[in-house]
C-alpha cells in the first residue's frame, strides 16, 4: 500500500466539497468503499439502530501500518492519489481521502487495524474528533471499523435522520448492490444480530442477483458484453415479462461506484420501448467501465453521480447494445401450466463470517474479468496520463454480441409451422417441432400494421386517402394551438387538413391506416393527447402515438378472420424485428412446450 499523505492545497481546492456523512448510509458507504480499495476478499457489514447506533465494517484488506492510523485520520490525507492530475485518472474509489477524518468527527470511532507484515495491530479510538486511546492489540490482518452514535453531540443534526428502519432501508439497498456488482468479494450483511445476506465471492453475479430479488427476475436474465469508444458494458438485462412499475430496478455501476444517472436510465427504457407497458420499466443491471479520462467522478462529495464526457456516444452504447441484446433473444411468453418445482435455481451455499477465514489467496479470488478498472491489488495507483484509446473501429457497436440460441419466430421458419385451426374467434394455434403457439389475431393485425405504418412513414411512402366528403371539426383555442404547431408534422403524416371557417377545419385526407372508421374522433383524441402529455417536436413520438390509434381503428371491427388470411398475417409477423408484442405492449402470442403437457397429462413426472 503507498504510504498516506496529506494532499496539498492546490489538489484539494480541485475536489467537490461539501457534506460527506449525512446519514449511516455514508459511513456505511465510504467503510465498504475503503475495504474494496484495500483489496479485502471478504467484508461483513453490520448495523444497529439503522446505523444511527451502531456501524461494524471488517475486511480482509492491507490494513493500515501501525505508525499511518493516525495520519488517515487527517482531512486530504490519502494513499490513492497524490496531485490533481491523478483526479483524471482515478482508478480506486476513493480519492478525497476525507471520509475517515468526517466520519471521526460526528460520531465515536473505533478502528482495529493490522498488516500483513507487522507482528501486531493497532487498536485507536476517537470521539467526536478527540483522540481517546492508541494501543497496540493482537489483531487478524485487515480493518475492523466501529461507528457508534453518529451525531451524538449535535442532536440537531440528529433530528433530521429519519426512523431507524428507513435509515437502515438505504443502507440495505446500497448494500446489496455492492454485494451483487462485487461478487469477487463475499459480503456478509447483519441488521439487528440478524443476518440478512450472505455471498460466497465466487464472482457469480446472476447468483447474487438470485439472493437480493429472487428466482424469477434470477431465471429471466439474459447477459452480454460489449465494449468500444473507450467503454465496456457487462450487461444484465432481464425479459420484459420481469417488467417492473419503478425505476428502482434499473441498476447502475460506472467504474465500481454505484450511481443514479438520467443518461443511462432513459438509454435502458428506450431499448425497451418496444416490449413494455406505458408506466412499466425494466430490471436491468448495467455494469460499466469507462476510460477514467472520459468522465468525471469529481462532481458530487458522496460520489452517486457522475459527469461523462461523451454523454450521447454513452446513450447510444447503451441503448444499442441492450436492444441487439433484446432483439436476438427469443421473448414469447411462456404459458406456466405447471408449477416447475425441478427447474429452481439452487440457491448457492452460505460461507461463514469472512474474516473468521484464512485470507484467501488474491490471485484464487480475483475476477479475472477486466471490467474492474482498478486493480484491487495494493500497488500505487498507475497514473495514466495519455488521451484514452479511442477504438478505430468503424462499426463500434454490434460486434460484440455473440448471438444466442437460434430464434424460432424468422421467416425462414415458416414452413416448419403447421397452422392447425382457432379458438374462441381470437387465438390461432400453430405447432413448430415440440412447441404449441396461441397467436391472438388482434394482437398480431395491430402489430403488423403498426409496423407497416411505421415503415411507410419512414420510407416516406405514408399513403393518403381522402375523405368523401371531407370532415369538418371543430376545435377549441387549443387544439388550434397544436394543429399549427404540429402542422408539418401531421402532412408528413398523411394528414391534409386546413382552416375552414370560425373554429372549424376541413379534413380532406388522412393516413390509409385509419381506414373507415371514425376518423373525427381519432383525430380529435389525437390532439388531445398531444397538448396534454407531449413537450416535445419529435415527430416519431406523435408518428408512433397515431400509428397505434389507427391501427386500433383498423381492427375494431372483430373481424373473423380466414384460414387463409390468418396465414398471411402470421408470415408478416415472423418477418417483423419484434414480433412478440403489440404496440401497446401486449404479448402477440405465448407458447406451452409439448413437455409442460404432458406434464399436465401426467404422461411424465
Ligand atoms: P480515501 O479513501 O479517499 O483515500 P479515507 O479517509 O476514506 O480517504 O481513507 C484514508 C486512507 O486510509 C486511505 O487512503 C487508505 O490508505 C486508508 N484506509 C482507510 N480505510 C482502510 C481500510 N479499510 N483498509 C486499509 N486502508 C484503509
Ligand atoms: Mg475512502
Redesign the pocket.
Known amino acids: 500500500?503507498?504510504p498516506?499523505r496529506l494532499l496539498d492545497e492546490a489538489t484539494v481546492n480541485k475536489i467537490a466539497a461539501g457534506e460527506v456523512i449525512e446519514r449511516p448510509l455514508s459511513i456505511v458507504k465510504?467503510?465498504v468503499?475503503?475495504?474494496v480499495?484495500?483489496g479485502?476478499s471478504a467484508l461483513t457489514i453490520e448495523i444497529r439502530g439503522g446505523g444511527i447506533d451502531f456501524v461494524r465494517?471488517t475486511?480482509n484488506?492491507?490494513?493500515?501500518a501501525g505508525d499511518?492510523v493516525k495520519?488517515?485520520?487527517l482531512s486530504h490525507?490519502?494513499?490513492?492519489?497524490r496531485k490533481a492530475e491523478d483526479l483524471f485518472a482515478v482508478r480506486?474509489?476513493?480519492?478525497?481521502?476525507?471520509?475517515?477524518?468526517?466520519i471521526a468527527a460526528v460520531c465515536q470511532v473505533e478502528i482495529v487495524?493490522k498488516t500483513g507484515d507487522a507482528l501486531t495491530g493497532v487498536r485507536y479510538r476517537i470521539d467526536g474528533g478527540a483522540e481517546l486511546s492508541f494501543e497496540e492489540v493482537g489483531a487478524p490482518d485487515?480493518?475492523t471499523?466501529i461507528a457508534r452514535n453518529l451525531f451524538f453531540h449535535t442532536p440537531a443534526r440528529r433530528k433530521f435522520l429519519k426512523t431507524p428502519a428507513t435509515e437502515a432501508g438505504y443502507i440495505t439497498e446500497f448494500v446489496q448492490m455492492m454485494a451483487i456488482h462485487y461478487s469477487d468479494i463475499s459480503f456478509k450483511y447483519i441488521v439487528n444480530n440478524q443476518t440478512r445476506l450472505v455471498t460466497t465471492g465466487n464472482g457469480d453475479r446472476k447468483e447474487n442477483i438470485y439472493k437480493v430479488y429472487g428466482r424469477e427476475i434470477a431465471e429471466n436474465i439474459l447477459e452480454a458484453e460489449a465494449d468500444g469508444l473507450g467503454m465496456r458494458a457487462r450487461i444484465y438485462a432481464a425479459k420484459p415479462v420481469v417488467a417492473r412499475s419503478s425505476r428502482e430496478y434499473e441498476i447502475f455501476f460506472v467504474n465500481g461506484h454505484y450511481i443514479k444517472d438520467r443518461i443511462l436510465e432513459k438509454s435502458l427504457e428506450e431499448a425497451y420501448k418496444p416490449y413494455l407497458m406505458q408506466h412499466r420499466f425494466p430490471f436491468a443491471m448495467l455494469v460499466l467501465t469507462i476510460d477514467p479520462g472520459l468522465l468525471d467522478v469529481n462532481v458530487h462529495p458522496r460520489k452517486t453521480e457522475m459527469k461523462f464526457v461523451e454523454g450521447a456516444a454513452l446513450f447510444e452504447f447503451v441503448r444499442s447494445n441492450v436492444e441487439a441484446l433484446l432483439k436476438n433473444t427469443e421473448l414469447i411468453n411462456r404459458a406456466e401450466l405447471t408449477e416447475r418445482a425441478e427447474e429452481h435455481y439452487v440457491p448457492p451455499r452460505d460461507t461463514p463470517e469472512p474474516f473468521e477465514e484464512k485470507r484467501r489467496e488474491s490471485s484464487e479470488v480475483r475476477e479475472e474479468s477486466s471490467e474492474t478498472l482498478f486493480e484491487k491489488q495494493t500497488a500505487p495507483p498507475v497514473l495514466n496520463l495519455s488521451p484514452p484509446e479511442v477504438s478505430e473501429d468503424p462499426e463500434p457497436y454490434g460486434k460484440q454480441l455473440d448471438l444466442f440460441a437460434e430464434k424460432i419466430i424468422q421467416p425462414a421458419n415458416k414452413p416448419c409451422f403447421r397452422l392447425v385451426g382457432q379458438v374462441f374467434g381470437t387465438y390461432w394455434i400453430l405447432e413448430y417441432q415440440n412447441r404449441m403457439l396461441m397467436v391472438d389475431q388482434h394482437a398480431a393485425h395491430e402489430k403488423v400494421l403498426y409496423e407497416r405504418f411505421v415503415k411507410q412513414y419512414r420510407e416516406k411512402s405514408v399513403v393518403s386517402q381522402y375523405v368523401n366528403p371531407p370532415l369538418i371539426i371543430t376545435v377549441n383555442g387549443r387544439q388550434e394551438q397544436t394543429i399549427t404547431r404540429y402542422a408539418e408534422a401531421f402532412a408528413s403524416l398523411g394528414f391534409e387538413l386546413e382552416h375552414f371557417e370560425g373554429n372549424d377545419y376541413i379534413i380532406r385526407a388522412v393516413p390509409s391506416g385509419f381506414m373507415q372508421l371514425e376518423q373525427k374522433e381519432i383525430f380529435l383524441s389525437l390532439l388531445d393527447e398531444l397538448e396534454e402529455g407531449m413537450k416535445t417536436e419529435d415527430v416519431s413520438l406523435i408518428r408512433d402515438r397515431l400509428a397505434q390509434m389507427s391501427c386500433k381503428a383498423a381492427v375494431k371491427g372483430n373481424t373473423p378472420l380466414s384460414a387463409l388470411e390468418a396465414d398471411h398475417l402470421f408470415s408478416e409477423l415472423l418477418g417483423l424485428e419484434n414480433p412478440y408484442n403489440c404496440p401497446h405492449g401486449r404479448p402477440t402470442m405465448i407458447e406451452f412446450t409439448e413437455r409442460e403437457l404432458e406434464k399436465k397429462f401426467k404422461r411424465i413426472v
Open positions: 500500500m503507498e498516506i465510504e467503510l468503499e475503503n475495504a480499495d484495500a479485502a465494517v475486511d484488506g492491507a490494513g493500515i499511518q495520519d488517515a485520520f490525507a490519502t494513499s490513492k492519489i480506486s474509489l476513493g480519492f478525497r481521502g476525507e471520509a475517515l477524518s468526517s487495524t485487515g480493518t471499523f
